[in-house]
């Protein structure tokens, strides 16, 4: 079995292809700059150009491949051009060409919940995406995730660090979140559990994390372990939807209203959501690492480098006040 992984230099995509090789897994990456992803080849992996932009450049990279894992997808600030071309129109080319190739098995990351926020772009072309391979033929798996431990750091750990405004709003909803590590492990393990029985099996699993969060919560675990107070601004739910109508007027704030929209889920509730499970993979929750030993360990190395940082500034003022 040789698995084609894209996404890899990605957040979660990397810590996919270092399990899969821990694993002894043959890996082949698509890329689209080899110089970047030269750390791959030192771990073992295969690389070979490809460009989700680019349908064309897909179906030589799929030969001799039997899974594809696809981890692949753009942050929502990106124009919504490309995220149309990349995370629709390249990944329907991908399904095509995976069905043509006779691919046995599909595994697609996506968004927790996305079925819910349709008028969110990037949200609208997951769930658009999961009904295209359902509907392939082709056996998959669908991982729905609802946030990454590592995209807290930006959104409210270096804020606080560099003193800097957090923008939030007064929610009440509980989300999970969880480590990229524990994810990719959750991958490959469900792939063990597939290819020692049916690879024809496909399945949805919703991964959440050990605890639910609210904003105020995480906000306050990053004052804990910084020592810092943290400067919040509060914006309420109201003000918020105004906005993001206002911003529909002009296509040149499309992407800011998208940005807006994704702030308006942490205080949107959804009522009578059934949660996708899996028929043939067990997960426990219990063994995933806490957000509070992550934000602790990601706090004390941050601080110590500061330190460290400021005792070698102050040794150069030092020395520069010698006098001979």
Request: with cysteine; proline share 2%.
């Amino acid at each position: 079995m040789t698995i084609l992984v894209l996404g890899a230099t990605g957040t979660l995509g990397r810590q996919v292809v270092k399990q899969l090789i821990d694993c002894g897994y043959p890996v082949r990456c698509l890329v689209r700059n080899i110089r970047k992803a030269e750390f791959l080849r030192e771990w073992g992996a295969e690389l070979v150009y490809g460009d989700l932009k680019l349908p064309e450049t897909i179906p030589n990279t799929l030969k001799g491949i039997t899974t594809i894992i696809d981890t692949a997808t753009l942050r929502p600030e990106e124009e919504i051009a490309t995220i149309q071309q990349v995370d629709l129109i390249g990944k329907m080319a991908l399904i095509k060409a995976a069905k043509i190739a006779k691919i046995k098995k599909f595994i697609f990351f996506s968004i927790s919940e996305n079925e819910y926020f349709q008028s969110i772009l990037l949200m609208r072309l997951k769930n658009k995406i999961e009904n295209i391979l359902k509907s392939s033929e082709i056996s998959y798996t669908i991982f729905q995730i609802p946030g990454f431990y590592q995209g807290l750091i930006t959104q409210y750990a270096i804020p606080i660090l560099e003193q800097q405004t957090i923008s939030t709003t007064q929610d009440s909803k509980l989300i999970s979140f969880l480590d990229t590590r524990d994810i990719a492990k959750c991958c490959v393990k469900n792939l063990n559990n597939v290819t020692t029985s049916n690879l024809n099996t496909s399945s949805s699993i919703n991964l959440s994390g050990p605890k639910n969060w609210t904003s105020q919560e995480i906000i306050q675990l990053c004052e804990e372990f910084s020592g810092q107070v943290a400067k919040v601004k509060f914006t309420s739910l109201f003000t918020l939807s105004f906005i993001k109508i206002l911003m529909l007027f002009s296509k040149w704030t499309w992407e800011i209203h998208d940005r807006l929209a994704f702030s308006e889920i942490l205080s949107t509730t959804i009522k009578n959501k059934n949660d996708v499970k899996s028929l043939n993979f067990d997960i426990n929750s219990e063994d995933f690492l806490t957000l509070e030993i992550y934000l602790e360990d990601y706090f004390e190395n941050m601080l110590k480098k500061l330190r460290d940082l400021n005792y070698d500034q102050n040794q150069i003022m030092k020395r520069k006040d010698l006098t001979f």
